[in-house]
Each structure stands twice: as C-alpha cells, then as structure tokens.
C-alpha cells in the first residue's frame, strides 16, 4: 500500500497483517516492524493506536477473542434445524481459517495473553476455550430434544469437535482445504448421533 494512503480501520488492517505474517512465518518472527512491513504502513501507525506492541498483541487477542464468539452466537438457535454436523461446521467455519490459524498459533507461543483477554472480556472468554463452551452449550440442546443420545457425553465431544478444529488451525491452517478437514472430522465424530432433518 503506497504511504500517504488513508486506511480506513487502521487497527483492523494491523491486525489483518499480523495474520498474515503469523501464518506465514510464525508467530516467533513478528514484530512492530514485520507487521507495519506487512501492512504497507509506517512502523509509526501502529503506535499512533496502540501504546506498545504489547500493547498492539493485546488489542488482537481481544477483537479476535470477541470476533470469535460472535459468529458462534447464534450457534444454540441453530438446535433442531438442519443437522447438528452441518450446523457445526457452519458455526466453526464462520471465522476466517487465516484468524484461527494467527489465533492459536498466537496464544500458544504467548500463554499470557489468555490472562489479558480474560481481564477485558471476563473469564473464559479467550478464543478456543468460549468456543469450546459455546459448543457444548449447544450439544446439550441437541441432545435435550433427541438429536443426539440421551447418553452423549456434549462437553467431551465438545472437546473433540474443538480439538479437531484447533489441529487442523495449528498444522494446515493455510491450506485450502483445511475447512473441508474440518467438516470432515466434526461429521466423523458425530455420525453416531440421530442426524435428522428438520421438516
């Protein structure tokens, strides 16, 4: 991007490239400087909006963090609708494979950032681990109204449907056919469960 160029959501753009180069050289190699770098913009626009590139990692955490559990919302209003595979894959998938990638490869390399979301958004709110809730939460309404045996375990296979998820983000987030993975493993794990159509 040519300097001089007005961005729009100078943060949002930030973040976009950090992703960027989070996916394509880890999270260990960014820096204030790969990420302005990445974005076309000078080093100085990023500390015009954040005090720190700690600072910086925070703010990204907490959008993502909250990105997140939004497009899970509507996840439980889903229950008895279509078929709780596909309602899943749709839920999980919702949030661009690029941030899940950035996101857990992130919060595995700085564990502290955990604390940091909490501390804005309140406990258990940090990316995988609200995910994995919002799920089970789900899981239990499915299996309530008879979608899925009266003796599912929902919070382990919880665990499993986000586990595959955070797998498949971690090792072949970049990969195009990472999505398809994913629908792949959360039907696999849920193929032993009343998959019926609603009328």
Known sequence: MPRGVAITEPRQHLFAAAERVIAAVGPSRLTSRAVTRE?????????????SFDDFL????????????????????????????ANL????????MITLLAVTRLFAYRPTLTQAVEAVLGSGSAALPALERTVAGYLTVERR?????????????AVAVVGALHHVALTDGADPAAASRVRRAVTALTTTAPMRESS
């Open 89 to 96: 894959g749709e839920a999980l998938l919702a949030t661009p």
């Open 145 to 157: 109204i008879g979608r899925l045996p009266a003796a599912a375990d929902t919070e382990a296979l």
């Open 39 to 51: 974005g076309g913009v000078s080093t100085g626009l990023l500390f015009a909006h954040f005090a």
């Open 58 to 85: 925070t703010g990204y955490a907490v959008d993502r963090s909250f990105q997140i559990a939004t497009t899970m919302a509507g996840l439980g209003e889903r229950a008895g609708t279509g078929t709780v595979d």
